[in-house]
């Protein structure tokens, strides 16, 4: 348990839904992230929030909408999403990223296994 | 540009030692890490190592940098069934981000 939590765990959805993932930190923490894990690539980073501004956006396509409301919660809010988004999206946290906490690190939720039909 | 690159798989027997190798490419990096991710969870992380040092043990891990080589490694002594997960290398490069540049995860079997 690293005090990040995700829901739900697994989706199915098809490519006309509309749904969001859910990811909230128990930490106290400043910074969350959202990445997608596919089989055999590296991990992606897609958005990163630093005291709820975005302040990274990985060129990701605009049917990925992240919403950060406050420090402990951010959202991935998908839609008319494609087969190839089908993925392990996972959400991390960490201290803030200007306050000289070099060491960065980040603490990973379970991640919302993802299908698009 | 920032690249971590890894060797997919890696098989040893129980009570062996296991040593998973990383080369990374950005110079500027301060941090590079160790995470293990076992089946359907996410990534934790085991240990990290600051770019001044060589050398970082942390009872069964030991972590060796060789930054003139950019290589980084992992060791686990004595390694058990429960160690079977994949390993992934990271770094964080340059600027105060706080992104993470993954390598592709090492697999470890540990066979009984």
């Known amino acids: 348990e690293t005090g990040v939590t995700q829901t739900p765990r697994h989706l199915v959805m098809g490519m006309t839904n509309k749904k969001s993932l859910k990811c909230e930190q128990h930490?106290?923490?400043?910074?969350m992230y959202w990445y997608k894990q596919s089989a055999k690539k590296p991990l992606e980073l897609m958005f990163v929030?630093?005291?709820?501004?975005?302040?990274e956006n990985n060129s990701v396509p605009s049917r990925f909408s992240p919403e950060c409301p406050n420090s402990s919660h951010l959202f991935l809010h998908l839609h008319t999403l494609q087969p190839e988004d089908s993925a392990l999206y996972l959400c991390a946290s960490s201290q803030d990223l200007l306050s000289g906490h070099l060491t960065y690190e980040q603490y990973f939720g379970p991640g919302t296994r993802l299908t698009v039909t | 540009g920032e690249d971590v690159e890894q060797s997919l798989f890696l098989s040893v027997r129980e009570g062996d030692s296991s040593v998973i190798n990383c080369t990374y490419t950005?110079?500027?990096?301060?941090?590079l890490y160790w995470y293990k991710q076992e089946p359907g969870a996410g990534l934790q992380l085991l240990t990290y190592?600051?770019?001044?040092?060589d050398m970082k043990q942390d009872q069964r891990l030991t972590v060796l940098l060789n930054k003139k080589d950019k290589h980084l490694s992992l060791r686990i002594a004595d390694t058990q069934t429960g160690d079977s997960a994949i390993y992934f290398c990271?770094?964080?490069?340059?600027?105060?981000?706080?992104?993470?540049?993954f390598g592709q995860g090492t697999t470890l079997q540990v066979k009984p």
């Open positions: 190592i600051f770019s001044n040092m």
């Open positions: 990271a770094e964080n490069g340059s600027g105060n981000t706080g992104k993470l540049i």
């Open positions: 929030y630093n005291f709820k501004e975005q302040t």
């Open positions: 930490l106290g923490h400043n910074a």
């Open positions: 950005d110079s500027s990096s301060t941090y």
